[in-house]
Nanobody, 120 residues
Framework: VQLQASGGGLVQAGGSLRLSCRAS??????VGWFRQAPGKEREFVAA????????YYSDFVKGRFTISRDNAENTVDLQMNSLKPEDTAVYYCATGPVILTNRASNYNSWGKGTLVTVSS
């Protein structure tokens, strides 16, 4: 499966962006979003189970980000509201596991990232 993330850009603090992950080929049950800021390790943002739609969020995005899926379109979106400068990072989507997990090592298919820059 090949994944393509899109929707990144430059936004002011407090603004919103919607990222989209489109898959060519079959997605596994869990699809996740991760991010990596300059000089930092990749960290988990959110994941969703495609069959049930059950989401799983990291603590630092709860209440601000919403993950959703469209199985007919083979896409998983990440709606990001109330963005903060510390949300600046390259965002990646990934698939692989059959359960919700925040461990990057459980995801075996990764797309190229999309850059999100939040200015203060």
């Amino acid at each position: 499966v090949q994944l393509q993330a899109s929707g990144g850009g430059l936004v002011q603090a407090g603004g919103s962006l919607r990222l989209s992950c489109r898959a060519s080929g079959g997605l596994n049950n869990a699809v996740g979003w991760f991010r990596q800021a300059p000089g930092k390790e990749r960290e988990f943002v959110a994941a969703i189970l495609r069959i049930s739609g059950r989401p799983y969020y990291s603590d630092f995005v709860k209440g601000r980000f919403t993950i959703s899926r469209d199985n007919a379109e083979n896409t998983v979106d990440l709606q990001m509201n109330s963005l903060k400068p510390e949300d600046t990072a390259v965002y990646y989507c990934a698939t692989g596991p059959v359960i919700l997990t925040n461990r990057a090592s459980n995801y075996n298919s990764w797309g190229k990232g999309t850059l999100v820059t939040v200015s203060s």
